[in-house]
């Protein structure tokens, strides 16, 4: 039987649409939330997200504000509108688009962001209560891993877990968060020995290794959950994911398609978490 598509772009709506309702009650009581991207440079691929974040904005009401800079900016100057946006009350949310041009320390940058307003969940102080467990600004395409999971109405505790891809921005966070849910996690990456055999005991298996279709069906235990973090960019143009997705269909329980998977949650859950920086900054549970 084929796997069941888990579709992003739906889930993403919905959410949106209840988004909506909490913006209202917000702004009844003069609250507005309000986000701030900065983009240093013109790299086209960070132009394209930081589009789509802006429009994400205007459709749900938020304040927003997009800074362009130019490549050659000094990380001083950055540095110092990132301060000025720190003591801005019409703005919860800040996000720097990554990467930053080669001359800029994108660690000392992120650490500048006051972390009640980290909305990309990257500052030290977010990724520490990420790992003990405390309330905190969830890193976006890992929180929207866990949602497209948890959409499939299927539990995740007890369940063998097993990310592939160990990066800061999604492979770690992923893994911790389904620890969170009490799966049992296992986490693979370049250096794995016999990682097929790995994946395959996999109940939930999270694919975010940049390698386009690496994950074919001999990945996959049949009837597993198979989420594809992966985006790149083929010669032909189009977008494909790190799961060989035709290979794996007939061999998975569910599965994300690239595009239309795991991408639309990104920019959702940063609208959630600048929603939820909003009332957390304003006191409201
Ligand atoms: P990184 O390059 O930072 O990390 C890739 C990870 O995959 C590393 O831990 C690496 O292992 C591991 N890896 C690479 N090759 C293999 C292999 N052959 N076998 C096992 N593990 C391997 O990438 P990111 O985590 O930033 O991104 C991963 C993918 O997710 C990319 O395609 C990216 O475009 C996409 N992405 C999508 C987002 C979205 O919104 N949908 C957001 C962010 C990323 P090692 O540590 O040993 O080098």
Same mark, same amino acid.
């Given at each position: 039987?084929?796997?069941?598509?888990?579709?992003?772009?739906?889930?993403?709506?919905?959410?949106?649409?209840?988004?909506?309702?909490?913006?209202?009650?917000? *702004?009844?009581?003069?609250?507005?939330?309000?986000?701030?991207?900065?983009?240093?440079?013109?790299?086209?691929?960070?132009? =394209?997200?930081?589009?789509?974040?802006?429009?994400?904005?205007?459709?749900?009401?938020?304040?927003?504000?997009?800074?362009?800079?130019?490549?050659? @900016?000094? *990380?001083?100057?950055?540095?110092?509108?990132?301060?000025?946006?720190?003591?801005?009350?019409?703005? /919860?949310?800040?996000?720097?688009?990554?990467?930053? &041009?080669? /001359?800029?320390?994108?660690?000392?940058?992120?650490?500048?962001?006051?972390?009640?307003?980290?909305?990309?969940? !990257?500052?030290?102080?977010? =990724? +520490?209560?990420?790992?003990?467990?405390?309330?905190?600004?969830?890193?976006?395409?890992?929180?929207?891993?866990?949602?497209?999971?948890?959409? $499939?109405?299927?539990?995740?505790? +007890?369940?063998?877990?097993?990310?592939?891809?160990?990066?800061?921005?999604?492979?770690?966070?992923?893994?911790?968060?389904?620890?969170?849910?009490?799966?049992?996690? @296992?986490?693979?990456?370049?250096? $794995?020995?016999?990682?097929?055999?790995?994946?395959?005991?996999?109940?939930?298996?999270?694919?975010?290794? +940049?390698? &386009?279709?690496? =994950? @074919?069906?001999? !990945?996959?235990?049949?009837?597993?959950?198979?989420?594809?973090?992966?985006?790149?960019?083929?010669?032909?143009?189009?977008?494909?994911?790190? =799961?060989?997705?035709?290979?794996?269909?007939? @061999?998975?329980?569910?599965?994300? &398609?690239?595009?239309? +998977?795991?991408?639309?949650?990104?920019?959702?859950?940063?609208?959630?978490? $600048?929603?939820?920086?909003?009332? *957390?900054?304003?006191?409201?549970?």
């Amino acid at each position: 039987m084929s796997a069941q598509r888990i579709n992003g772009k739906e889930v993403s709506e919905q959410i949106r649409e209840d988004l909506k309702a909490e913006v209202e009650q917000l *702004q009844a009581k003069g609250i507005q939330p309000g986000l701030v991207v900065v983009l240093v440079g013109e790299d086209p691929a960070s132009q =394209v997200y930081v589009n789509s974040k802006a429009k994400a904005c205007e459709q749900l009401g938020y304040y927003s504000e997009v800074h362009r800079l130019p490549a050659d @900016t000094t *990380q001083a100057d950055l540095l110092a509108l990132i301060e000025k946006l720190n003591g801005d009350a019409k703005v /919860h949310g800040i996000l720097v688009q990554l990467p930053l &041009p080669k /001359h800029m320390d994108e660690k000392a940058v992120i650490d500048a962001i006051a972390y009640e307003k980290d909305v990309d969940g !990257f500052h030290p102080h977010s =990724v +520490g209560n990420l790992m003990i467990g405390d309330e905190s600004l969830l890193p976006c395409t890992p929180a929207g891993v866990i949602e497209l999971i948890k959409r $499939t109405g299927h539990e995740i505790r +007890g369940k063998h877990a097993v990310v592939i891809g160990r990066s800061n921005i999604v492979g770690k966070p992923v893994a911790m968060l389904l620890l969170r849910e009490d799966a049992t996690v @296992t986490i693979c990456h370049s250096r $794995t020995a016999n990682i097929e055999e790995i994946a395959r005991q996999a109940d939930i298996l999270v694919v975010a290794t +940049g390698r &386009p279709k690496m =994950v @074919t069906k001999n !990945f996959v235990k049949p009837g597993a959950i198979v989420i594809d973090v992966g985006v790149n960019r083929m010669e032909n143009g189009k977008l494909a994911g790190d =799961v060989d997705y035709d290979d794996v269909l007939e @061999t998975a329980g569910y599965i994300t &398609p690239v595009p239309g +998977g795991v991408g639309p949650m990104t920019i959702t859950m940063l609208m959630k978490n $600048t929603l939820k920086a909003a009332k *957390q900054i304003n006191g409201i549970r």
